[in-house]
């Protein structure tokens, strides 16, 4: 109990979590009933508004049987996205390595990530204030086992959007925990960090970690941004580097 509520106090006073400096605890009316709570974040979920087009940058932080340190700066529209590595371990690359995708869906979102009552057992365990706004913390329970299983959220009391997800993952290759944290930009919530860590079948311990800036949201992107530039004779890295795809954390 102790460690979940240390998560969740962290967590809203987290820098990084532009909401925690956005949702003053002023004017925030705690509601006790936690049916009451469920029902306004279900509401909350089915009513999130998405960008037509968004641009940001993550970084990615990958250690145990093979390090890895990228940035990374992404354009989406609808389920087109293109994927830009800007820096691999420390050198800024001369030229972008490109990557297009078409018909991606995008993991992160909240509502990919988001528990349903349909699906968990959501249980009431604390109520927190912080410096940067109030939270109600549910343990949720998965109804069916499941490889990836939401395990705690975090619920911003003004919103009632999750802000930390926290999970479990147990697969054949790998088992452990993560947390993915959400906040506004602008007027939409979105992804701001994520970092798991698992112990692979061989016993080697893992760890990633990521990291969300620079929101931006343009009406419309060009439509060269989808297209495949040209290839040249030296490619800037690797293809063994491009190999990231986030494979230990987020549902299936």
Do not use: C
Request: aromatic share 10%; no cysteine.
């Amino acid at each position: 109990m102790a460690l979940r509520l240390a998560v969740a106090v962290a967590a809203l006073r987290l820098g990084s979590i532009a909401h925690a400096q956005a949702s003053a605890a002023s004017g925030i009316t705690v509601v006790a009933s936690p049916s009451n709570v469920v029902a306004r974040y279900v509401a909350a979920l089915a009513s999130v508004s998405r960008p037509r087009a968004v641009t940001f940058e993550y970084t990615v932080e990958q250690l145990g049987p093979r390090d890895l340190s990228q940035r990374h700066r992404v354009y989406r529209e609808g389920v087109d996205e293109r994927d830009e590595t800007l820096i691999v371990d420390g050198v800024q690359l001369s030229r972008p390595a490109i990557r297009i995708f078409a018909n991606r869906g995008y993991s992160y979102d909240v509502g990919t990530m988001a528990p349903r009552p349909a699906d968990y057992l959501f249980t009431l365990t604390s109520e927190l204030r912080g410096e940067g706004g109030a939270a109600y913390i549910f343990h949720t329970t998965p109804r069916v086992p499941a490889a990836f299983s939401v395990r705690e959220i975090a619920v911003d009391a003004r919103t009632y959007l999750p802000f930390v997800i926290r999970f479990r993952v147990s697969t054949a290759d790998a088992s452990g925990n993560g947390f993915v944290a959400y906040g506004r930009a602008d007027s939409y919530w979105v992804v701001r960090e994520a970092k798991v860590s698992v112990t692979l079948a061989n016993g080697a311990k893992a760890q990633e970690h990521m990291v969300w800036s620079n929101y931006q949201f343009p009406e419309l992107l060009p439509p060269s941004t989808f297209i495949a530039p040209r290839p040249v004779a030296t490619p800037p890295i690797a293809p063994a580097e491009l190999e990231n795809e986030m494979p230990l954390t987020g549902p299936e």
